[in-house]
T-cell receptor, first 116, second 111 residues
Framework: GAVVSQHPSWVICKSGTSVKIECRSL??????MFWYRQFPKQSLMLMAT?????????EQGVEKDKFLINHASLTLSTLTVTSAHPEDSSFYIC????????????FGPGTRLTVL | DQQVKQNSPSLSVQEGRISILNCDYT??????FLWYKKYPAEGPTFLIS?????DKNEDGRFTVFLNKSAKHLSLHIVPSQPGDSAVYFC??????????FGTGTSLTVIP
């Protein structure tokens, strides 16, 4: 099946710094990618929809100025957590829908962010 | 507001027996449902899906049942194997590509 990669897999940063997370579709093109956040023992919460060539669509309650999303190409979307704080510590996962408009989504392995 | 709920956070089953994972939803507009399997520190992987026009879909040891009137779906794994031990998420969507996920059920299959 299709592969989605994320980099880095784990990042630890100091409070106040910015962290960039990359999401790549390795063998297919994705005009749309999704960014999710998962807190411990909680469900995956959709944060935003990343659209190639246009602005991302953010879910209600997600600060777009804090979570900057850039869909630079058909295979790359980046999420930048700006001025990170300890409460931003979480597991961030991206996904891309199957090519051709299928119902399946392919998920990246996730990035664990720890803000000290 | 949690539109997709998995009320059992964990489940333990003996190897060879049936595992039944349950999921309830509130939005009657959901038309497509999926189950994902997730290992620690990994992204979810697709397991099986079902459209709202069906009430059952089977793929090998995995069967998903959908009861639209009750807004309930379940995943049956039979026979359960130790390698099935993981967290299982159900997900649902109204239309388009946005999915809503349940909180997950951690399945442990005891050898």
């Amino acid at each position: 099946g299709a592969v989605v990669s994320q980099h880095p897999s784990w990042v630890i940063c100091k409070s106040g710094t910015s962290v960039k997370i990359e999401c790549r579709s390795l063998d297919f093109q994705a005009t749309t990618m999704f960014w999710y956040r998962q807190f411990p023992k909680q469900s995956l919460m959709l944060m935003a929809t990343s659209n190639e060539g246009s602005k991302a669509t953010y879910e209600q309650g997600v600060e777009k100025d804090k979570f900057l999303i850039n869909h630079a190409s058909l295979t790359l979307s980046t999420l930048t957590v700006t001025s990170a704080h300890p409460e931003d510590s979480s597991f961030y996962i991206c996904s891309a829908p199957a090519a051709g408009g299928g119902n399946e989504q392919f998920f990246g392995p996730g990035t664990r962010l720890t803000v000290l | 507001d949690q539109q997709v709920k998995q009320n059992s956070p964990s489940l333990s089953v003996q190897e060879g027996r049936i595992s039944i994972l349950n999921c309830d939803y509130t939005n009657s507009m959901f038309d497509y449902f999926l189950w994902y399997k997730k290992y620690p520190a990994e992204g979810p992987t697709f397991l099986i899906s079902i459209s709202s026009i069906k009430d059952k879909n089977e793929d090998g040891r995995f069967t998903v049942f959908l009861n639209k009137s009750a807004k309930h779906l379940s995943l049956h794994i039979v026979p359960s194997q130790p390698g099935d031990s993981a967290v299982y998420f159900c997900a649902a969507r109204p239309e388009g590509n946005q999915f809503y996920f349940g909180t997950g059920t951690s399945l442990t299959v005891i050898p």
